[in-house]
């Protein structure tokens, strides 16, 4: 609906025998995503992989940037909002009456540190302000650019910003059964008791003392899995046990959102 008013036009001629008003109430908003929670737990791959599911079932062209803010220039006035500016430049040079064109604006704390917080520097100020204008520029593009905006630190996001978003949605650690499933399935192959599953699932969530918050998605991927892939390679066949004993050595990366303010 966001990249395609006009299907939406169509859809309501369709049903209803003419543009029924909410339709343009629905176009009022703008072709934002916004993506939040903690690390690893697929803001960033779920940005990339929505793009290309939609150019896909669109039968569009799609085009992908990304600009990760976490990489600032030398900090001078201007600076940030120029490079906000070039990045919309070339999207929206990109984009056309067939083509899509996404943005991802990958770690985008630092651009929209609220304008609201005294502290915030000038220059974030002056970043917010020129990412508020592209967006609203986008927005009359009427759907051939669409923008996800990933962060980990919602708290601070501009609330000018929140409010244009199209969809907002947060993004949490997996509970035991996401923790299990992914195990399932990065682990076949390998030899897997129940117990061996179950103790796994178990020692990669949290346990309210030690550990208050479990494994990301990340974490299992990127440090458990290779980790005991790395104590067995290349003498032996790896198995539920070496996994178990890689998990009861490695820490779940520390939240970044407090538990209790999780859903
Ligand atoms: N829902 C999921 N199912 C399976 N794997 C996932 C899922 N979410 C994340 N992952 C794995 O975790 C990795 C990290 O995900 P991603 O980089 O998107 O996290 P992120 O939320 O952007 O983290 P950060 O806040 O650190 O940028 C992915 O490459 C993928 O392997
Ligand atoms: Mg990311």
């Known amino acids: 609906m ?3 008013p006009k299907s939406v036009e169509e859809w309501s001629r369709r049903h ?17 995503l916004i993506l939040h929670g903690d690390v690893g737990t697929g803001k960033t791959v779920t940005a990339e992989v929505a793009a290309n599911e939609l150019s896909r079932e669109m039968g569009r062209e799609g085009a992908l940037f990304k600009l990760s803010t976490r990489v ?10 120029m490079l906000i500016n070039q990045a ?13 064109s996404f943005l991802i604006l990958d770690e985008a ?34 759907g051939q650019v669409l923008l996800f905006l990933c962060t980990n630190r919602f708290d601070v996001l501009d609330p000018a910003i929140v409010r244009r978003a199209g969809r907002v949605e947060q993004f949490n650690r997996p509970n035991d059964d996401e923790r299990k499933a992914l195990i399932v399935m990065d682990c076949d192959g390998i030899k897997f008791s129940n117990d061996d599953l179950a103790k796994l699932v178990r020692l990669t969530g949290p346990d309210g003392v030690a550990r208050p918050v479990g494994f990301t998605y990340s974490d299992l991927r990127t440090r458990l899995f290779p980790e005991a892939l790395g104590a067995v390679f290349p003498k032996r066949e790896l198995t539920g046990a070496d996994l178990i004993a890689a998990a009861e ?11 209790e303010d999780r859903e």
Not at 249 to 259: G, Q, R, V
């Open 88 to 100: 919309f430049d070339i999207v929206t040079k990109e984009a056309g009456k067939s083509r899509l």
């Open 72 to 81: 600032r220039g030398a900090g001078h006035v201007g600076q940030m909002s």
């Open 249 to 259: 050595h490695l820490e779940p990366s520390p939240a970044t959102i407090k538990p």
């Open 16 to 32: 209803h025998g003419r543009i029924i008003p909410l339709v343009r109430t629905v176009a009022e908003r703008y072709p934002l």
């Open 109 to 142: 704390d630092s651009l929209t540190a609220s304008r609201v917080q005294g502290q915030s520097h000038h220059e974030d100020k002056v970043a917010v302000n020129t990412f508020i204008q592209k967006i609203d520029f986008v927005r009359g593009l009427g």
């Open 2 to 4: 966001l990249v395609d």
